[in-house]
């Protein structure tokens, strides 16, 4: 009896021996294909998801909305530039219309002042030339004698010529006209050309009395002279 327990008692254990080492195995087995997927799986390269087809659809409405959106401020600022040309237009038409009126309702004291420049200007250069004239006839009359006269006169007959050109053109600027682009720049001619005419004038006149000077004081010499033969 007892020898039989024995016998059985070893089978068991033999069995036992000989399944455990397969068990082990098949454990061990199990987790070691595990970890080789872990393994495989960490070591594989990270690809980015492709985006899907609905991503790529709000891409793109994304761009066209963005493109939309540029092209709509940019004929905002299209519009406020020409509404701002348009404004400063109006704003110089308005000037311009008021420049006109006021130039209308001056215009008559205007042409009266340039008459007047004008005519002042043509009286000096008359009266100047009565002048030389006067004193070159009493010369010749009186026979007298003045070593330089020549070039007085060449002085006078030359400043003349400049004073006759530069009056003439004074009073060749024609009125001012209000309904011209520039009826401040017709002023201005006319201004310039008045200083001109003023500085050719008294240029004239210099030249005359320098041989006024010389005729009078050869006069006076000549009478002296003749006053102490009587």
Known sequence: MKQTLKRTIIASAAVMLLVTPSIASAH???HS?????VATTSESP????RPSAEARKVNKLETELRSKLQEQAKEREAAREQSSEQKKEDLRERLDANKKKLCENRINTITRVMTAMNNRRQNAFDRITKVSDAVQAFYTKKELSV????????QVNAAKSVAQSATSAQTAVPPVNC??????ADIADFKEKRSASIDAVKA?????KALVKAVKTA??????SEGTAS
């Open 219 to 224: 006069a006076e010499t000549t009478k002296v």
């Open 46 to 49: 990270s690809a980015s998801p």
């Open 147 to 154: 070593a330089n006269y020549d070039d007085l006169v060449a």
């Open 179 to 184: 309904d011209g682009e520039q009826p401040r």
């Open 204 to 208: 004239y006149r210099d030249a005359v």
């Open 28 to 30: 061990e087995g199990k």
């Open 33 to 37: 294909g595990h970890d080789e997927d």
